[in-house]
């Protein structure tokens, strides 16, 4: 029987459940990142200039928020632990649920071998579901894991 992983994440945690049998789900671990829950300005430190040059440098690029770039380090965070488990055989499936802003941040980090593993992504949040509402959601509708 080949394992499966479902990965339940947002910007603060994520789950890493493996199913057990059909429609049952066992807690591998969890990661935490506070700095998911923080407002940017809770994050930096430094204020940025208010006036600049039109033209100086560095006008025309996009900055990352504080938030954001917290998010894209616990995506990679969340890419190596995938990528780690992976070379050990931890799993052979791979199912991925976390916001779109997430999931798209987990796709840049997951790694090509890592990806032919994903065999469903579901652009939603539901790590504040319980591990047996999380059996439920998979059970109805015939949604299969």
Request: net charge positive.
């Amino acid at each position: 029987m080949k394992t499966i992983w479902v990965i339940a994440a947002d910007a603060s945690r994520a789950r890493v459940l493996q199913v057990a049998s059909p429609k049952k789900l066992t807690e591998v671990t969890h990661l935490d990142n506070p700095e998911g829950r923080m407002q940017d300005r809770e994050l930096t430190t430094d204020a940025h200039p208010r006036f600049r040059r039109a033209g100086g440098p560095g006008s025309d690029r996009e900055e990352t928020s504080a938030t954001e770039h917290a998010t894209e380090m616990f995506a990679k965070r969340i890419g190596d632990y995938l990528e780690k488990a992976r070379t050990r055989h931890r799993y052979d499936k791979l199912v991925v649920i976390a916001p779109p802003h997430l999931l798209g941040a987990l796709r840049k980090e997951y790694g090509k071998e890592v990806g032919k593993l994903v065999t469903q992504e579901l652009p939603k949040d539901l790590t504040w579901l319980s591990k047996h509402e999380l059996e439920g959601y998979f059970s109805k509708d015939g949604r299969a894991l």
